[in-house]
């Protein structure tokens, strides 16, 4: 057992845990924060990314240890003063999810392309720099839109090449 | 994972104290292999000792004929690196393809290549440049450092402290990915200098990373995809599992190093 | 049907309102759940596909730091405990009816939490480890002797069904639980014997695992004071659970509350029990303690109910001009170790024509044990595996017979003049326009342009392929549904037993209240998941939750207004005759008076304290009818043919889900089934080594996910056909994505590889599967 300290969310905490507490199980088991979720054992599926020291991690393969000293974002730490960051609303407005189980993961990691992406983000960038993050739901398509979106909101349109607007015409009706 | 105690020394005269105090210690780094295998239960170590705040595994530098990368930089640290990209751009692209982006802000080039996983990018690289891989003890060659699936020439308690590179003329590597765990199904790393041109394998070894000499040869006297249009690799030294057979993997070899020498100073990902 | 619509907010793209808890990282899914003084168990599971339980040695674990217990089926079966019942055997009034052999009634083996006598796959539980922590419990799970007797096993579904097949239950002659026929063999026989042609196809329709991001996991808790269990679990539906676990405990379901609020993903694997609820809440109360319990990932794979797996022998019978006159298939599923369902067997077979009029056809549907983990109703059960055998063949007919593809299938469809329809063996179609389907398909799907991008495909060095499926499919599932509808001056409730994991039920069915209701959007909520509130339901599967919920909304509205009418005549003075409903208002011509929904129950309350909690209504609906969505689909790939790598390039559906109450959610869904029916085609698959009966695939290292980079956009059309069935004319849209997607890449791919020999490519296609057919030959696979 050592005593762990660090910042999460802008608050210092500290607690007394097994040196090999994963910081994903610090987060959801001691402090509480289960926004953060674990969907595999491999490193895989991203369910689990969060920000330290403000660069993408996936917290099942660090130890609470590694990150002892250091600051930690997660999905809770994510809103500011109650307004929703751009990308959490874009995946609401884009329907970037649906069982919302893989979403804090996939928002900390596109809160974080965003932010740190030298270039001009456009579909091929998003779908190539995302791979770390599964989603069973969305087939991606809208998770796509709704990181561009939130990225043109963001960086200025001028940094971000929209995909093509989806082929939504009113449903062919018919009374049977 | 089993019960445990975390080091993080903060020089390699600690690291080395702590290992040899250990029962079973084992060195971390990245810790993007060795966590995932201990959540496995497939390794067990009573101590771990974190090499990442030892300063002698830290920084990037380079003088013209040498590339001087610290053991403990990770994947994203190389990727980005202005003097890497300057003095040798392939393996800066190499470091930005491993993995995912997550993965490349946490795993390492010292770890990656202690660990000598034989789908790994690094050891290609690193074989390839013919480096030298320094430890806190000695200096080693690539060709005598990587030894066998898993192995290195790395003895117990020994740490990787960095790894040199010479500067390469040229370089290139093509690599294919598997679908579902994203490693190199195969990868063709190949280097050319003033003196020699040397081509590693890395994905589709036996043994892990290896030197077709067939290819090297002929590229040497002819640096041009033609030139290996006839060298192949004996599938019987490939391994074969769900991701492809021996067979596969040496036309793959062939294509992708065709692919690279097509290319020369770039990094070719397929799918 | 009253109450007459206004649609303001049905088929609306509303955004949901479940998003705001997920994107903010307070959702509620059963691993976030801790109780004060919880401790945690791990299983012990069986690394051997078959073998004698000879002894189980518990000293060493029970010795380690923290180990609170350990558990064998043999303590269940000293506490009493039963068999989960998982009634595996479809039984609505629309279901195909599969028997043993004979008309038997099928056998089905006991599945108790644990085993006492054998382990039937790898990866079966056969004790549990209660510890202090998860990572004690772990373990010591390693630490528990098992003294087993390896005994022959079978996995491969054709080699289960032989005669002489090691047995998977000695209570049976061989492993085949099912043996059922339908159709008319005489007739189809003599249709063979006419027609100038006959194509005949076998395929494997291989293994894959739902594969929900989140893994299963459990948290139970007794309270010995109130002698009632709690059992926090997701799924698909917290009452079947609560009645199967109440059963499984021996107790009477009001002893047991199930908690399922968010569910991260569900597939219909998580359809059925798993052995760990039961354990977690009969621990708790062995150790006084709250038990919980998260699966890893690799448990998962060994672990979870899985999908697929069907065996298909199929012949069609056709005519000089290209009319289907017959159909013939021999289809053989494989159920796993335990039968928990036979729903995949049973709805493929009805659908054994697909969208096509053939007048006759002849189908042996049958079922297997095997020594691998159980089969369950996955996305689209059982529709991907017949729409496959069906449009495969069809396409191998327009080859060896000279026709055209598309033309070939236009001529046999089924026209809408045909509705309802019943096909050759006694599915009746509700509704549909499958021509038109498939005219708009070609048109977003640009087959106009085929041969340009082609051209250009080629002189990228790459192999181009453009393929298309029709498809048809049922959603039947659980009959009865029951909704609580409530109205309080705050607003309106609408409590209900489905159980999303993802479709927005909290959103669809606001939707569908608030225009029945005639109130905003916004005033609605829907309640689901704790079954100390929800009473009775039928949980989410096979498309049903939608249209179910509807019909009983809609009942429990009609309901509601005539019970408001009275309320509002009394509290004004007036006949109920004299109170009239319209677009979401009471008027009383007599007293001038116009009161709205919050205002009724403002009334009711001055009435009586009956309505204190607001004005109640309870509507149970039971509604076998089944439905039939439909649609078509293309897709066009480019194969590099130096690696065998494979990328799509295009992607096009068009469903028709009857009415669309959201379409921003159904684009979501097909969106979503896509990408499952296309993982089974490319990447995914539980495959068992021949040799060892090792499952290779318990990570996701091993089982190739659609990905973000793997995946292309879409392109998807939605049609409105309204379905006669049920009072809104909804279908389903959560399914079509999945059916006819295996179909439609195969049907690519071979397009793409034509040059190379016949096609017959095993799934999942991975790059080695494709470059082996390009320079060997589809044949050498």
């Keep these: ?176 | 994972m089993y019960p445990l105690t975390y080091h993080r020394p903060k020089t390699l005269a600690e690291a080395k104290e702590m290992f040899g105090a250990g029962a079973d210690a084992t060195f971390l780094s990245g810790g993007h292999t060795l966590l995932p295998t201990m959540k496995q239960h497939l390794a067990a170590p009573s101590d771990l000792i974190d090499v990442t705040a030892i300063a002698e595994l830290h920084g990037i530098a380079a003088d013209g004929k040498l590339l001087k990368i610290g053991a403990a930089m990770t994947h994203a640290e190389v990727s980005e690196s202005p003097i890497v990209r300057l003095a040798i751009p392939v393996l800066a692209g190499l470091a930005g393809s491993i993995g995912d982006r997550h993965v490349r802000h946490r795993g390492t080039i010292g770890g990656s290549i202690a660990n000598n996983d034989p789908a790994a990018d690094y050891p290609s690289a690193v074989l390839a440049l013919n480096a030298m891989v320094v430890t806190d003890r000695r200096r080693v060659a690539a060709d005598d450092f990587f030894t066998g699936l898993y192995q290195t020439a790395r003895e117990p308690g020994e740490i990787v402290t960095r790894i040199e590179f010479p500067i390469p003329t040229q370089a290139c590597y093509a690599k294919f990915r598997s679908p579902a765990s994203r490693y190199s199904i195969v990868g063709v790393f190949v280097a050319r200098t003033d003196k020699a041109v040397r081509v590693a394998v890395t994905g589709a070894g036996a043994s892990g990373v290896f030197r077709p000499a067939a290819f090297e040869q002929a590229l040497a006297a002819d640096f041009r995809s033609e030139a290996i249009a006839h060298c192949s690799v004996d599938p019987a030294l490939l391994l074969s599992d769900l991701n492809g057979t021996a067979e596969y993997r040496a036309h793959l070899i062939g294509v992708l190093a065709s692919r690279a020498v097509a290319k020369p100073g770039q990094i070719q990902s397929f799918k | 049907m009253e109450p007459k619509l206004k649609f303001k907010a049905v088929g609306q793209p509303i955004r949901r309102n479940e998003d705001e808890r997920l994107i903010t990282g307070h959702g509620r899914f059963t691993d976030d759940f801790s109780l004060p003084g919880q401790v945690w168990t791990a299983m012990v599971r069986s690394p051997h596909p078959h073998a004698a339980i000879v002894g189980i040695d518990s000293s060493a674990a029970l010795e380690m730091e923290g180990v609170l217990g350990v558990f064998t089926g043999a303590d269940l079966a000293a506490d009493g405990l039963g068999e989960i019942p998982h009634n595996p055997v479809p039984s609505t009034k629309y279901d195909m009816k599969l028997t043993g052999r004979g008309g038997t009634p099928v056998y089905i083996g006991d599945h108790f939490l644990l085993p006492t006598d054998r382990v039937r796959h790898v990866g079966e539980a056969l004790a549990m480890v209660v510890a202090e922590t998860r990572q004690q419990a772990q373990n010591a799970a390693e630490a528990v002797m098992v003294d087993y007797d390896l005994l022959p096993w079978v996995a491969d579904t054709a080699a289960a069904a032989k005669p002489d097949a090691p047995r998977v239950w000695d209570a049976l002659p061989d492993n085949v639980l099912v043996d059922s026929s339908f159709g008319d063999q005489e007739n189809t026989a003599a249709a063979f014997a006419r027609a100038t042609h006959a194509v005949s196809m076998h395929y494997h329709l291989g293994r894959v695992t739902g594969a929900p991001l989140e893994p299963r996991a459990a948290l139970g808790h007794y309270d010995a004071a109130s002698g009632r269990y709690t059992l926090y679990a997701g799924s698909g539906g917290a009452v079947r659970q609560k009645h199967e676990m109440a059963a499984v405990l021996g107790v009477t379901p009001d002893k047991l509350r199930v908690i399922s609020f968010d569910v991260g993903g569900n597939f219909g694997t998580r359809n059925r029990a798993f052995v760990e609820f039961g354990l977690v809440i009969w621990a708790s109360k062995k150790i006084g303690r709250p038990v919980k319990y998260r699966a890893d990932r690799t448990e998962c794979f060994l672990s979870d109910y899985q999908g697929r797996d069907l065996v298909v022998e199929i012949s069609l019978a056709i005519d000089a001009e290209g009319k289907f006159l017959a159909l013939r298939s021999d289809n053989l599923s494989n159920v796993g170790s335990h039968c928990v369902s036979l729903s995949p067997l049973s709805k493929g077979s009805g659908l054994i024509t697909g969208s096509y009029d053939i007048p006759y056809a002849t189908l042996r549907s049958r079922a297997v044990y095997s020594n691998t983990m159980s089969t369950q109703a996955y996305r689209s059960s059982g529709r991907p595996e017949v729409n496959f055998a069906l449009e495969r063949l069809i396409d191998k007919a327009a080859r060896e017979l000279g026709f055209d593809r598309l033309e070939l299938r236009r001529k046999n469809l089924i026209k809408p003049s045909q509705m309802p329809y019943t096909n050759a063996v006694g599915s009746q179609y509700d509704s549909g326009e499958y021509e038109k389907n498939m005219d708009r398909l070609l048109e977003i799907g640009d087959f106009a342009g085929a041969q340009t991008r082609k051209a250009q495909a080629k002189s990228r060095g790459k192999l181009y392929g453009i393929g298309s499926t029709n498809y048809v499919e049922s959603s039947i599932g659980t009959p009865k549904e029951r909704a609580d509808l409530i109205v309080r001056e705050g607003g309106i409730e609408i409590v209900i037993g489905t159980q999303p994991a993802g479709q927005g039920h909290q959103t669809s069915f606001a939707q569908v209240t608030a225009d029945l209701l005639g109130v905003p959007f916004e005033t609605v909520t829907i309640t689901l998941g704790d079954t100390d509130i929800v009473s009775a339901g039928g949980g989410t599967h096979s498309g049903r939750s939608m249209r179910h919920a509807s019909a009983v909304i809609s009942m429990a509205v009609t309901d509601m207004i005539v019970k408001a009418k009275t309320i509002l005549a009394e509290s004004l003075g007036v006949a109920p005759s004299d109170v009239q409903f319209e677009d979401g208002m009471f008027r009383s011509p007599a007293t001038n008076r116009t009161v709205d929904w919050f205002e009724l129950a403002r009334l009711a309350v001055t009435l009586s304290p009956d309505y204190a909690d607001g004005v109640k209504v309870r509507r149970d609906n039971e509604m076998h009818t089944p439905v039939f969505p439909n649609g078509a689909c293309m897709c066009e790939i480019e194969i590099d043919p130096e690696t065998g790598g494979l990328e799509i390039m295009r992607y096009a559906t068009v469903d028709d889900v009857g009415r669309c109450i959201n379409p921003m959610i159904v684009h979501g869904q097909t969106h979503g089934g896509i990408a499952q029916g296309v993982g089974q085609a490319l990447w995914e698959g539980c495959v068992i080594d021949p040799d060892s009966g090792q499952p290779l695939a318990a990570a996701f290292t091993d089982y190739g996910m659609p990905r973000f980079d793997n995946m292309p956009s879409f392109i998807t059309e939605i049609a409105e056909v309204l379905s006669p069935t049920n009072p809104l004319g909804i279908k389903a849209g959560g399914e079509g994505g999945t059916t006819p997607a295996p179909a439609v890449i195969m049907s690519a791919i071979d397009d793409a590889l034509r040059d190379y020999g016949p096609p017959g490519i095993s799934m999942p296609i991975t790059p080695v599967k494709v470059w082996t057919a390009i320079h060997k030959g589809a044949g050498a696979i």
């Design chain 1, 1 to 176: 057992m050592s005593a762990i300290a660090m910042n999460v969310n802008g608050s210092n905490v500290r607690k007394e845990v097994g040196d090999s507490t994963l910081l994903v199980e610090f987060l959801r088991e001691h402090l509480g924060l289960t926004g953060t979720h674990v969907g595999c054992d491999t490193t895989q599926c991203g369910c689990c990314v969060v920000h330290l020291d403000g660069v993408s991690v996936k917290s099942c393969t660090v130890l609470a240890a590694q990150a002892a000293g250091r600051a930690v974002t997660t999905i809770e730490g994510l809103a500011r003063n109650g307004e929703l960051h751009p990308v959490q609303k874009a995946f609401r407005e884009h329907h970037g999810l649906q069982c919302g189980f893989c979403t804090p993961g996939m928002i900390m990691a596109a809160v974080e392309l965003i932010a740190t992406y030298p270039g001009r983000l456009d579909e091929h960038v998003v779908r190539e720099e995302m791979e770390g993050n599964l989603c069973r739901c969305t087939g991606y398509h809208n998770i796509v839109r709704a990181i561009l979106a939130a990225a043109s909101q963001m960086l200025g349109p001028d940094r971000v090449v929209q995909p093509p607007a989806d082929h939504m015409p009113a449903p062919r009706k018919s009374e049977g």
